[in-house]
């Protein structure tokens, strides 16, 4: 089993920035591709971005160009920079991690194996 603990979420003013992170326990080594996701109540739960083993990246339209995923696989923790953040950024943020090899793509929601609990993100204006 794999364990994931999203931190560095909370309440920033328009314009700010935060940094999140998803530290990784348990069976570390069956990890593949991470990705970070996001439910604003009432709505869907959507990607943010995804990062496979190796690197490559997806960033969703929303918020390209403003948060970058990265992620050390030495210290097995994701992370989602966030800058210029903006209200309709506030959701709860989930980590999500992945034991499939689905290069070159990455891996769809439902091909996620292991979800955090969250972290809230609030944005005011």
């Known amino acids: 089993q794999v364990q994931l603990v999203e931190s560095g979420g909370g309440l920033v003013q328009a314009g700010g920035s935060l940094r999140l992170s998803c530290a990784a326990s348990g069976i570390i080594f069956s990890i593949n591709a991470m990705g970070w996701f996001r439910q604003a109540p009432g709505k869907e739960r959507e990607l943010v971005a995804g990062i496979s083993f190796g690197g490559i990246t997806v960033v969703a339209d929303s918020v390209k160009g403003r948060f970058t995923i990265s992620r050390d696989n030495v210290k097995n923790t994701l992370y989602l920079q966030m800058n210029s953040l903006k209200p309709e950024d506030t959701a709860m943020y989930y980590c999500?991690?992945?034991?499939?090899?689905?290069?070159?793509?990455?891996?769809?929601?439902?091909?996620?194996?292991?979800w955090g609990q969250g972290t809230q993100v609030t944005v005011s204006s």
């Open positions: 999500a991690a992945t034991r499939g090899d689905y290069a070159p793509r990455l891996p769809l929601e439902y091909e996620y194996d292991y």
